[in-house]
């Protein structure tokens, strides 16, 4: 279940929370924790501060290059396991990329951890 909209309720009426509210907002979304994660790798390093790579797809259009197989692609916000897809092989993204062509949701691909 989504529940943006409390969030956004609770942000517009300035209730105070642990966290900031605008900390738990940011975390909705792969792409902007990944971001802050890879500021915190680049002030780090890599030794330090391991980050699994995530390459970053605005649409379907831009889903060309790949990382090495097998990956695992994601959707959108969605988690529980919706929207995400272990993909083995150059066919198998090909398909992923012809279904995902019908949303307007970003995607992400990593590499497949065992």
């Known amino acids: 279940q989504d ?4 969030l ?11 966290n900031s509210l605008e900390a738990v907002y940011s975390c909705l979304e792969r792409p902007i ?3 802050e994660l890879r ?13 699994i790579p995530q390459t970053y797809y605005p649409s379907y259009r831009t889903m060309i290059i790949t990382p090495d197989y097998p990956l695992v692609v994601k959707m959108g916000a969605y988690h529980a396991g919706y929207g995400k897809m272990r993909i083995m092989d150059s066919e198998s ?3 992923f990329k012809s279904v995902v062509a019908c949303t307007a949701d970003y995607r992400t691909a990593e590499p497949f951890i065992k």
């Open 3 to 6: 529940s943006r909209n409390v």
């Open 8 to 18: 956004f309720g609770l942000m517009n009426a300035g209730i105070p929370a642990v």
């Open 33 to 35: 924790v990944h971001g």
């Open 39 to 51: 500021k915190i790798q680049k002030r780090l390093g890599r030794d330090v501060f391991p980050l």
């Open 93 to 95: 993204f090909d398909d």
